[in-house]
C-alpha cells in the first residue's frame, strides 16, 4: 500500500502545454507514472509528450478516465484550474504552482475538502511513490529509484531530495514522499500526511521535515506523544538561524506573532520523543536507531 | 507588504473606523507645525515596519511644540532594528483607560480566518500568551460565510464591553472594518494593539498594522506603487535579489549562503552556525540552477560587504554540475578578481565535469555539505 495514490492513478497535466508542464509530463512518465493526457484551454487537439491535450478537465476526464491531477498552471489561473478538476470528478490535485494569493488557496481547498477532494500543495514538489513507481510532481527520477518501508513528509523541495538521498544511500528504500508544500495554507499539511501514514501498514517509520513558520510541527509532536501515530518519527527542521519575521523563501517560512521559530519545534518533537536531527546527513542514522528501538 | 501605522489607520478609517487626529512629517519642523496646529500635548511615532519600536525608543510624547520639534531631531535619522526613520506620525496624546489586543490572522491549521482578542493588551500577543493564556480568546471565521454577527458580539464582550453602550458601537465597528480589510486588501495580518479606552470613553485603535500578501499585490495597484516608492523594511540588496528573481534576506555573519530551495538554503545556513560559524545572508536561487542564474547569485555575494567567504549548495536531480561550474567561472570573470574563497558543495549529474572545471579555478567541489560547511567557515577566518 501506498499513500493518496496507487498502481490505478490516472494522471493529467493542467498547463501541460507550458514550459514546465510539458517538461515535467515527460518525465513523469519516464518514472512510471500513467499520464493519461493533459489540459490546456484553447489547445485542445493537440499533443504533448505522445499525450492529448484538451480543452477542459471535463473532457480529458470523459476521454481518459483520469483521476488525479498535476497542475503546472500560472499562479493567476491556478485557483480556477483547482476548481475545474473538482467539479471534473478529479480526486486528487497536486498543485505545483508557486505565488497564488493565500486568500485565493484557502478557498479552493476548503472547497476541494468540503467535496472529499484531496490537495497537496500549492509551491510543492507534490508526491511520489517508488513502491508503485507513480510521480505526481516535480522530483528528481533518480533519487527515487529504490522502493522501501520509509515514509517522507516535507514542507520543503531541495530538502526532501537531499533528505531522501542520504536515506537511500544508507541503505533505505521509501515507500512514498509527500512535499506538502511551503505555503502557509496547504492541502494537506504534515499531520494530515503523517495521520496517512500512519494509516499504511507498509511503512515503518516517518521522516518529517520541517521548517520555521505555523505549527504544524508542534501538533504533529503532540498528536505523536498521544500515541496516534503508532510508528517513529525522525525529524528535521530547517531554520534555526532564521532572523523572525522575515520571509525564508517560502510564503509559509516566517516567524510571526513570537510563533513558529524552529527552537519550539524542535523541542516540541523532542518533548514527545521523536528524535530530530542536528544535520541532514544524520537523518539515516537516527532512523536507524528508532526501528531497532520499535 | 507591511503597512505603516499611517497607512493602516488611513485604510480603517476608510471603513468606518474613528481614528486619533494624526498627521504625517517628514522633517522636524513640520513636526512642531503640526503640533503648534493641534495645540495639545502630541506623541510621535517612528513609522517603521517592525514590531517594538516603542522599547527602541521610536515612541515619544511632547508637551510642547518646541519639545516635539526637538524629540523629532533625535528621532529621525535614528535606526530602529535597521531601519532608517524618515516618517514620523504625529497624533494627538489620549490619556488611556485600558489597553486591549485585537488582530486578526489567517489560520494554518482550521485554515480560516482567526480573530484574536484580550481584554489586556499593549504588550506582544506572545507576552500575553506566556503570561495570561487564558485571556485570549479565539474567533473562527468560515472563509465561504464570512463575518456574522455572533462573530462581533462573541469578541467584543470579552474585550469586556457592554452591550447597548457607544463603545459596543464603537467596538463592533473596529471588527466589522478589520475584516473588510483583511479580505478586500488580501492582508496577512490585521492587528490592533493596543485598542484602548481612552479618557473620553471611546474605544479607538492606537496602532495599527495590516501586512498585505505579496502575491496578491498585482490587485491592489495603489500599495504596489507605495511599494515602489518605498520599498519599507526591504534592503537594497534584498530588493536587488528580488528583480533578480532569487529569494534574498540579510544575516549578520561572515559566510557568504547560496542554495537551491528555501529549506536547503536554511538548511545551509544552519550547517555553517552547527559548526561554529556565522551566515551573512540566506539566497536561495529556486529550482532549476542555470549557469546564468549561478552567475548573478555569485557576484551578489562577491560584491557583499561582509561575506569572507562563499559556500554555494546546491542538490540538484537534473542540474548538471558542469553547468554550476560555468557560472561560478563567468561570475568570476564579470568580477575581475575573486577576492574570496569560494567552496562549492553539489550533486547533481556530470559531477567529474564540473569537478575539473572548478579545480583550474582554485576551487574545490565537494560531495557532502558537512565537510564543505567547515571549509567555508575556516576560509572565512583567514
Known amino acids: ?294 | 507588504m507591511k503597512l505603516y501605522e499611517y497607512e493602516a489607520k488611513e485604510i480603517l478609517a476608510k471603513y468606518g473606523v474613528k481614528i486619533p487626529p494624526g498627521e504625517l512629517a517628514t522633517t522636524p519642523e513640520q513636526v512642531r507645525r503640526i503640533a503648534e496646529r493641534m495645540g495639545k500635548p502630541v506623541v510621535l511615532k517612528a513609522q517603521v515596519t517592525v514590531a517594538g519600536r516603542g522599547k527602541a525608543g521610536g515612541i515619544k510624547v511632547a508637551k510642547t511644540p518646541e519639545e516635539a520639534e526637538a524629540l523629532a531631531r533625535q528621532m529621525f535619522g535614528m535606526a530602529i532594528k535597521g531601519l532608517v526613520v524618515k516618517k514620523i506620525y504625529v497624533t494627538e496624546y489620549q490619556e488611556v483607560e485600558r489597553e486591549m489586543y485585537l488582530s486578526l490572522i489567517i489560520d494554518r491549521a482550521s485554515r480560516k480566518y482567526l480573530f484574536l482578542a484580550s481584554p489586556i493588551g499593549g504588550i506582544d500577543i506572545e507576552e500575553i500568551a506566556k503570561k495570561s493564556p487564558e485571556k485570549i480568546k479565539r474567533v473562527y471565521v468560515d472563509p465561504f460565510e464570512g463575518l456574522k454577527d455572533f462573530h462581533v458580539r462573541s469578541i467584543v464582550s470579552w474585550l469586556g464591553i457592554k452591550p447597548g453602550t457607544p463603545q459596543w458601537e464603537q467596538a463592533s465597528a473596529i471588527v466589522r472594518a478589520m475584516y473588510r480589510a483583511m479580505v478586500e486588501l488580501d492582508a496577512e495580518l490585521v492587528e490592533s494593539n493596543p485598542l484602548a479606552i481612552n479618557a473620553a470613553g471611546e474605544v479607538v485603535p492606537l496602532d495599527a498594522r495590516i501586512i498585505v500578501d505579496d502575491n496578491a499585490l498585482f490587485r491592489h495597484p495603489d500599495l504596489e506603487k507605495a511599494f515602489e516608492e518605498d520599498p519599507r523594511d526591504v534592503t537594497e540588496f534584498e530588493r536587488y535579489a528580488q528583480k533578480i528573481g532569487f529569494n534574498y534576506v540579510e544575516l549578520d555573519g561572515d559566510v557568504g549562503i547560496i542554495g537551491n530551495g528555501a529549506g536547503l538554503t536554511m538548511s545551509t545556513m544552519d550547517l555553517v552556525y552547527h559548526f561554529g560559524g556565522r551566515p551573512a545572508n540566506f539566497l536561495d536561487i529556486g529550482g532549476g540552477a542555470s549557469r546564468d542564474v549561478v552567475r548573478e547569485a555569485l557576484k551578489v555575494l562577491l560584491s557583499h560587504p561582509r561575506a569572507r567567504a562563499i559556500f554555494i549548495n546546491i542538490f540538484g536531480g537534473i542540474t548538471r554540475a558542469d553547468e554550476v561550474a560555468a557560472g561560478v567561472e563567468a561570475a568570476l570573470k564579470e568580477a575581475g578578481t575573486a577576492n574570496k574563497r569560494i567552496v562549492v558543495r553539489m550533486k547533481g549529474t556530470n559531477e567529474e565535469l564540473g569537478r575539473q572545471m572548478l579545480a583550474k579555478l582554485g576551487i574545490p567541489l565537494y560531495e557532502d555539505a558537512e565537510t564543505a560547511a567547515q571549509k567555508a567557515i575556516e576560509f572565512a577566518k583567514q
Open chain 1, 1 to 294: 500500500m501506498t499513500v493518496l495514490v496507487g498502481p490505478n492513478t490516472k494522471v493529467i497535466v493542467q498547463g501541460i502545454t507550458g514550459k514546465e508542464g510539458s517538461f515535467h509530463a515527460q518525465r513523469m512518465l519516464e518514472y512510471g507514472t500513467k499520464v493519461v493526457g493533459g489540459v490546456t484551454p484553447g489547445k485542445g487537439g493537440a499533443t504533448v509528450a505522445g499525450l492529448p491535450v484538451f480543452d477542459t478537465v471535463e473532457e480529458a476526464v470523459r476521454a481518459t478516465g483520469a483521476n488525479a491531477s498535476v497542475v503546472f498552471v500560472p499562479a493567476r489561473f491556478a485557483p480556477d484550474a483547482v476548481y475545474e478538476a473538482v467539479d471534473a470528478g478529479i480526486k486528487l490535485v497536486v498543485v505545483i504552482t508557486e505565488h497564488i494569493p493565500i486568500h485565493d488557496t484557502l478557498r479552493f481547498v476548503n472547497y476541494a475538502k468540503a467535496r472529499g477532494v484531496d490537495v497537496i500543495g500549492p509551491n510543492c514538489p507534490g508526491i511520489v511513490a517508488p513502491l508503485v513507481r507513480v510521480k505526481l510532481g516535480i522530483m528528481p527520477n533518480n533519487i527515487y529509484q529504490t522502493p522501501g518501508r520509509i515514509g517522507v513528509i516535507s514542507r520543503s523541495g531541495t530538502l526532501t531530495y537531499e533528505i531522501s538521498y542520504q536515506l537511500v544511500r544508507a541503505g533505505f528504500g521509501i515507500n512514498t514522499a509527500i512535499g506538502v508544500g511551503g505555503d502557509p495554507i496547504v492541502g494537506t499539511d504534515l499531520v494530515e500526511a503523517a495521520l496517512m501514514m500512519a494509516k499504511d501498514p507498509e511503512i515503518d517509520a516517518i521522516v518529517a521535515i520541517g521548517e520555521v513558520g505555523g505549527d504544524a510541527e508542534e501538533r504533529l509532536a503532540k498528536l505523536y506523544a498521544e500515541g496516534a501515530i503508532g510508528k517513529p518519527i525522525v525529524a528535521y527542521v530547517a531554520g534555526r538561524t532564521a532572523p523572525p519575521e522575515k520571509r525564508m523563501g517560502h510564503a509559509g517560512a516566517i516567524v510571526m506573532l513570537g510563533s513558529g521559530d524552529a527552537r519550539s519545534k524542535v523541542e516540541a518533537f523532542k518533548a514527545a520523543g521523536i528524535p530530530v536531527a542536528e544535520t541532514p546527513i544524520e537523518v539515516p542514522k537516527l532512523v536507524a536507531e528508532a526501528l531497532k528501538r520499535k
